[in-house]
């Protein structure tokens, strides 16, 4: 069975134009087991558009120098081009400033560089991390290590049964010995979106910094950090129809200039004796080595198409999908939906009674149909809502209701096999 697309995503009330959108991704196009390609997993990584695809061949072909270090014609231009991704990224989020834009491989890396510098020289024995039940393992180990290297204790804020944070639980762990919050803006096992910027209202209030994980965010929804209020927000690029191994971790920059580096190497030094180094300016200082220039110039191209087509627009559509998905998934007989949550983006959880996710994936597979299944890397939210694992359809802005109808059409294929 093979998904047949809509000629024009008229349903709704939406005038998006999903199919001229899907001629751009070229992946899309292809039959995957003897069926059209159904991609649904697009919170593991979402596909790449023919301008970013562009964009990488064309500096490999035209543009490739390093960067930061010769003055020589390429290696100016890849800075600048270098450089004018990170201003797009900055406008993209609306950072005050670019230099408030660190490139790191993506947001596991971020949290990482953000527990390492700025939690290693704050946060001391006997003090506290508070993290939420709905955690990605990103925005968990990074701090699980931090808090075992310095003797302090990490706090979870518990969910509902809907998966929603219990603000008022989060707000009573803010205390005394907190040292920094770390929240993720929305769930990638539940799609729930948090309430970031009320939370970093009431730990600002107790003059707590916060790390917001936007890794599944910043594709689905406009974000601002400095409406939010964000200390740190870190995202990655691949999530957004940019490559893989590049993303950012937003600093403000009064703390980014107080943090030591968290790596050593080229590029973050400004001056270097057997004695003693002196440190680069910010973003610089935290960008050790030879970064991924391909790659974020790829992220520029990728940020640019969104832009183009409207993140708010890509918002709406994507929000109706999710909205048609839950109806018809959920109406399906043994479907239970995990993540119920009021406020969500673009993720549909569920498991199929008596049948293992696995099982499902596979039978899934077979028809052309990519989900993910597993505790997408969200152990704590599987043992919370008492299943090993899910079955997680994610959707973008290429997506369209006969593939949600196709996955409908999937699972019932599972009930069959499986009567
Ligand atoms: N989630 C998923 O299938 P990286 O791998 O560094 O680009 O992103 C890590 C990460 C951090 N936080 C959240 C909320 C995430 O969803 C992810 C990545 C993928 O859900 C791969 S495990």
């Known amino acids: 069975m093979s998904a047949t697309l809509a000629p024009a995503e008229t349903a709704g009330k939406s005038t998006f134009d999903v199919e001229k959108i899907r001629a751009d991704f070229p992946i899309l196009r292809q039959q995957v087991r003897g069926h059209q390609l159904v991609y649904l ?10 301008a970013v695809i562009d964009a990488i061949v064309e500096y490999y072909e035209k543009g490739n120098a390093n960067i930061h270090r010769g003055v020589h014609f390429l290696s100016e231009k890849a800075t600048e081009d270098f450089e004018h991704a990170r201003r797009t990224v900055q406008r993209f989020v609306n950072a005050a400033e670019a230099s408030e834009i660190v490139f790191v491989r993506g947001t596991t890396e971020g949290i990482n560089l953000v527990a390492q510098s700025y939690g290693g020289a704050n946060v001391g024995a006997g003090d506290e991390v508070v993290i939420t039940a709905m955690e990605h393992h990103s925005n968990i180990v990074p701090w699980q290590m931090l808090c075992d290297q310095k003797g302090a204790k990490l706090r979870v804020a518990p969910m509902n049964d809907r998966g929603e944070l219990i603000l008022d639980e989060y707000g009573k762990l803010l205390g005394p010995r907190t040292k920094l919050a770390a929240i993720s803006h929305v769930s990638n096992a539940l799609g729930t979106i ?5 939370m970093i209202a009431l730990a600002h209030a107790k003059g707590i910094p916060v790390l917001v994980d936007g890794a599944q965010a910043v594709p689905h929804i406009a974000v601002d950090v400095q409406d939010l209020d964000a200390d740190f927000y870190a995202f990655s690029a691949h999530k957004m129809y940019g490559p893989t191994g590049v993303g950012a971790v937003y600093g ?3 703390l980014l200039e107080k943090m030591p580096p968290y790596q050593g190497g080229g590029d973050m030094i400004s001056s270097v004796t057997f004695e003693k180094t002196t440190w680069n300016k910010v973003p610089h200082k935290f960008e050790a080595g030879t970064p991924d220039m391909a790659g974020v110039i790829g992220w520029r191209a990728a940020i640019e198409y969104m832009t183009h087509v409207g993140v708010a627009r890509i918002a709406a559509h994507e929000l109706e999908l999710l909205e048609y998905a839950t109806q018809v998934v ?12 009021k406020e969500k983006a673009s993720v549909l959880s569920f498991v199929i009674e008596d049948v293992h996710p696995h099982d499902i994936g596979t039978i899934l597979d077979q028809e052309g149909i990519a989900v993910r299944t597993g505790h997408h890397c969200a152990q704590p939210v599987m043992d919370r809502f008492g299943v090993p694992a899910t079955v997680r359809a994610s959707f973008a802005m290429y997506n369209t209701r006969a593939e949600v ?9 599972v009930r069959e096999v499986f009567a």
């Open 330 to 341: 959920g109406a399906l007989p043994g479907v239970r939906i995990v993540g119920t949550a």
């Open 405 to 413: 109808d196709a996955l409908a059409r999937g699972i019932r294929r």
């Open 41 to 50: 997993d697009n919170a593991a990584t979402s596909q790449k558009p023919q």
């Open 252 to 254: 403000k920059k009064a």
């Open 194 to 198: 948090n309430p970031v910027k009320q």
